[in-house]
């Protein structure tokens, strides 16, 4: 099994910045693509950014240009920098990967103020 850890959501104004952290522990050996999610109250679910074991990356229409996932293999830790914020970013935000399962974080609120 594999278990994440999220950190860096908060509030911030719009334009403003953050960086969220996720680190995962136990079967590491399992994971293929990590990425972020994000759900809005009353919505879905959606992909917001992925990132595979080689480096490519994948993101949602909204955020391409102002967000950027990152990886850290040794680590076992992937990032989502999140730059020229908007209050529709707001959302809870959820850390993923994908090995012999889908794992998920517990999420981390971000808002941002207009």
């Known amino acids: 099994q594999v278990q994440l850890v999220e950190s860096g959501g908060g509030l911030v104004q719009a334009g403003g910045s953050l960086r969220l952290s996720c680190a995962a522990s136990?079967?590491?050996?399992?994971?293929?693509?990590m990425g972020w999610y994000l759900q809005a109250p009353g919505k879905q679910r959606v992909l917001v950014a992925s990132i595979t074991k080689g480096g490519s990356t994948n993101y949602a229409d909204s955020v391409k240009g102002r967000f950027t996932i990152s990886r850290d293999s040794a680590k076992n830790t992937v990032y989502l920098q999140m730059n020229s914020l908007k209050p529709e970013d707001t959302a809870v935000y959820y850390c993923w990967v994908s090995g012999r399962f889908d794992y998920w974080g517990r999420g981390t609120q971000v808002t941002v103020s207009s």
């Open positions: 136990g079967t590491t050996f399992e994971i293929n693509a």
